[in-house]
């Protein structure tokens, strides 16, 4: 099965400090997500990218994906508090677009 | 817009005994899908419907758990008997309808955490 790798595992930043974090596959990506979770809390969509060399940002998030479809970033610019938690990729199983593969997901925490 | 919500948000149950976890996905979102992340692993995918049917469920751990849709709005998943591994977060997320070759975002809900004790 599609195997997902991020890095870092865990991230501490100060405020105002710019941040990447990786997602590596181990296959081809149909569809790469990045969603949020808040602590104790369900996941927020971010972002989808689908075609190789595709970027997408959203305020201060920026996600891209390779040409080879097999390794995105995302990166944060000029962290914030609000910022600050579990931030997950996942990726479609299939070509077919539904179920779900997930990294393990890396943690940020932004630092006054 | 409502979104995903599920029911309960935390239950803790005995070894032995049965739970049934409740998803109600965005009005309108015929794809539904539980997930499962017990502590320390990745969130896992357990099963697909479209509408009122089972489209995969290849993830699905054992017989002991069964995922029902009737009518294609709510959803439930229940787990007969609970064993301690089934403890864990399970998310439930919708989507709308499919394409071929175009993925759709993923709207998950909040979560129902359940503990086997």
């Known amino acids: 099965s599609q195997e997902l790798e991020q890095s870092p595992q865990s991230l501490i930043v100060q405020e105002g400090k710019n941040l990447t974090i990786n997602c590596t596959s181990s296959?081809?990506?149909?569809?790469l997500y990045w969603y949020k979770q808040k602590y104790g809390e369900g996941l927020i969509f971010l972002m989808m990218l689908q075609k190789g060399g595709e970027e997408k940002s959203h305020e201060k998030i920026t996600a891209k994906l390779d040409e080879k479809k097999q390794q995105s970033s995302l990166h944060i610019t000029a962290s914030q508090p609000s910022h600050a938690g579990i931030y997950l990729c996942g990726a479609d199983i299939g070509s077919s677009g539904y179920a779900l593969n997930f990294g393990k997901g890396t943690s940020l925490l932004v630092t006054p | 817009e409502a979104g995903v919500t599920q029911f309960p948000s935390h239950s803790v149950i005995e070894k032995g005994q049965t739970v049934t976890l409740r998803c109600d996905p965005i009005?309108?979102?015929?794809?539904l899908y539980w997930y499962r992340r017990v502590m320390g692993k990745e969130i896992k995918f357990l099963l697909h419907f479209v509408k009122e049917s089972k489209q995969d469920e290849s993830g699905m751990p054992n017989n002991r758990f069964l995922a029902e849709r009737t009518g294609g709005t709510y959803s439930t998943l229940k787990v007969q008997p609970a064993e301690l591994e089934d403890s864990g977060v399970y998310f439930c997320?919708?989507?709308?309808?499919?394409?071929?070759?175009?993925?759709?975002?993923?709207?998950f809900g909040p979560g129902t955490r359940l503990t086997v004790t």
């Open positions: 009005s309108g979102h015929d794809n």
């Open positions: 296959k081809t990506l149909y569809g």
């Open positions: 997320a919708s989507s709308q309808d499919l394409s071929p070759g175009y993925s759709y975002e993923q709207y």
